[in-house]
């Protein structure tokens, strides 16, 4: 299997490299040539199996035979020992035909370990095998850049740099990255928000004698193993529910929409799936693109939910390329222009394919508290703002058919953002045992303005050292 870009003028290239680079050098995405297809008898034999062996089936169609199969069936296993619980993914019913899947029994209590925990793996074994050490240099808007840290910490081909935008993240999920002691790993405050963040890690990317330098990497939504791995707890949440016998609908709380776009991708793999809500905060690019067809940035705002404090939502560009039937040079015009004028319309047979399977819903602070507390009150779960985003997403755009199950992602533990819990329901999440430990352990990071020269200095000075 070959990967392409989204904006068709790179050479196209293996499952391995698509995933070292992560951006492909023309600025695109890597997406691969084409959608391996499960048949109904493989989606149905899904169901009950462990999640490690649906994960590996759904790795091996991506990897297509560049990696043995008990290479990822090792890989696959080792990652998902890491969670807390034996479903790793367990769904939780709130109410007849209404789901919360947990996605955040992984080391870090948010969604991101469910693919970082198997990507630093992979890096393991393909840099491993090469001789290679590679920098990765990570923008985090809270929760993957302590997922990558955490992933990625002590190995010994990779070193590590997190960028998070200084004050815009909770202290919990900041201390996930800055107690960490291992010498491959530096934490940066970054003075900005998390779009000056990932656009210093774009033109870290667009200076190619720096690229080379330092043999920088990406593991930002925008690497498609990501995409792939969370593909799979569609499968594993849809087989439970009875897919591909009866079709099922989820709600994605939603920021860079990489989330989503792993759902669309289960979807174009021949997993049922009915509908797909992408729920925002305010910072609602993606829900006014999908339901409006107009992808245009807004004013960023600090929510309660800071993982999707987005106005910039890279993977929409892969959603994009498919709507424009795939085509790369119509990709690159319209993300250029996006890039310099911040809004594109989408045209209307990209509206029409998107219109097909999604709906967007912004949800605005006060909704994300209420839902908190009314969740808890009708059904003893306490849930993120994250997944109270969702959860309201839910409550205003229901299934297709009222009989259809709707799984709504509950994509971080709510111990890592207890002030905006206790504000909205007056109790106190339980932390878990990670988070005890990490309050009493000295912060390690530097300062560093929002500026992508200043970042090149760093990196340097750290691949030197
Ligand atoms: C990253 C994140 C999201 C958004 O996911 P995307 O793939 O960026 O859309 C939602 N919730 C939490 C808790 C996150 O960490």
Redesign the pocket.
Known sequence: MKYVSTRGEAPAVGFLDAVLSGLAPDGGLYVPETWPQFSAEKLASFAGRPYAEVAAAVISAFADGELSEDVIAEVCAEAYASFAHDAVTPLRQLAPGRFLLELFHGPTL???DVAMQLLARLYDHALGEAGRTMTIVCAT????GGAAVEAFRGRRNVRIVAMFPDGRISPVQRRFMTTVTDDNVRTLSVAGDFDDCQAILKGLFQDAQFAHAVDLSAVN?INFARIAAQAVYYFVAAAALGAPHRPVSFV?????????FAGYVASRMGLPIERMVVATNSNDIVARAVEEGRYAKGEGMATQ?P??D?QV?S?FERLYFEGVARNGVETGRAFRAFAASGAIDLPPAARAEIARLFRGVAVDEAETSRTILATLNATGALV?P?TAVALAGANRVGPVKPTTPVVVLS??HPAKFPEAVYAAAGVTPAAPPVVQTQAGLPERFDSIAADAEAVKTYVRDFVKA
């Open positions: 948010a969604f991101k808007s809270g929760d993957t939504s994605i709380p939603t920021g860079n929409f990489g989330d989503a939910s993982a999707m987005i939502a993977n993120d994250h994509t971080a």
